[in-house]
């Protein structure tokens, strides 16, 4: 692997660590906006990079909270690099189809340890909403902040950005 993109990963992980000292209000503190970072190099480099900078980038985000929810962050950590894998090969045919995959996955499929180990209540009342939320912000940031960082990376490495 090329020293730049060995680079590249580490600020994208870099960027998903700050993204995930950006909370948002919730019962389990490791809700954050820790997903942007990962989700903009999943579309510009596949599946495997972006799942890669989401799988860890969402345990050191879960870190800065405390790590809450203890072994389950190993969990999500698995299921964070699924989905963007599969958000990733999404977003290759359909970009649309690939954000509302994402909104779904994100918010409706990766909780659902949760709902066997914590129970329907707590599942329901205080994780879905703020995760839905949270998950809706990280995709509208996507939406915005995409198209501007794929013209700077295609402006740099073809020689005209200076």
């Known amino acids: ?24 209000p919730s019962p389990i503190s490791s809700i954050a906006l820790d997903s942007v970072a990962p989700l903009i190099a999943a ?10 900078i989401g799988s860890i980038g969402h345990l050191l985000s879960s870190l ?17 690099f699924c989905i963007l894998f599969i958000y990733a090969l999404f977003y290759k045919t359909n970009k649309w189809v690939a954000f509302l995959f994402f909104i779904g996955a994100n918010t409706f499929l990766a909780p659902l340890p ?12 205080s994780l879905l909403p703020s995760l839905g939320i949270a998950t809706v912000v990280n995709i509208i940031l996507v939406i915005i ?18």
């Not at 949760?114 to 009342?125: M, Q, R």
């Open 1 to 24: 692997m090329k020293t730049s993109r060995v680079n590249l990963i580490a600020a994208f992980i870099a960027l998903s660590v700050i993204g995930g000292f950006i909370k948002i």
């Open 43 to 52: 579309s510009m480099f596949g599946g495997m990079i972006g799942g890669f």
């Open 64 to 80: 800065s909270g405390g790590f809450p929810l203890g072994p389950f962050h190993f969990i999500i950590m698995i299921e964070m």
């Open 114 to 125: 949760f709902l066997f180990f914590h129970g329907p209540i707590i599942f329901i009342f």
């Open 145 to 162: 902040l995409l198209p501007k960082i794929q013209w700077i990376y295609s402006h740099r490495f073809s020689g005209t950005f200076q």
